[in-house]
């Protein structure tokens, strides 16, 4: 069973960054997709990225694009989020996911992490 690992989370005030990390652990299977996913209190979800595991093709939800920058470490299986530029309205909790196939379904998801973006 893949476990997946957070951290990075954390305050800072606006126009601040934070690197967010993702390591997947457990017993080793296909990944296909990881992803970042946010929820505001009172909001649902929200895309935030993800990233192909083979070619690292990213994608960003329009909210952060051009702000946020997704990675990946493939031999360690982690996961990076690069936050700057962070504002009030990032403040939410962070999880990672991770999807062993193509598709738009994650497998695996991660306990959160909190950011939150002081004025």
């Known amino acids: 069973q893949v476990q997946l690992i957070e951290s990075g989370g954390g305050l800072v005030q606006a126009g601040g960054s934070l690197r967010l990390s993702c390591a997947a652990s457990?017993?080793?299977?296909?990944?296909?997709?990881m992803g970042w996913f946010r929820q505001a209190p009172a909001k649902e979800r929200e895309f935030v990225a993800s990233?192909?595991?083979?070619?690292?093709?990213?994608f960003y939800g329009s909210s952060v694009k051009g702000r946020f920058t997704i990675s990946r470490d493939n031999a360690k299986n982690t996961m990076y989020l690069q936050m700057n530029s962070l504002r009030p309205e990032d403040t939410a909790l962070y999880y990672c996911?991770?999807?062993?196939?193509?598709?738009?379904?994650?497998?695996?998801w991660g306990q959160g992490t909190q950011v939150t973006v002081s004025s």
């Open positions: 990233i192909i595991w083979s070619g690292g093709q990213a």
């Open positions: 996911a991770l999807g062993s196939r193509a598709g738009a379904k994650y497998d695996f």
């Open positions: 457990g017993r080793t299977s296909t990944t296909y997709r």
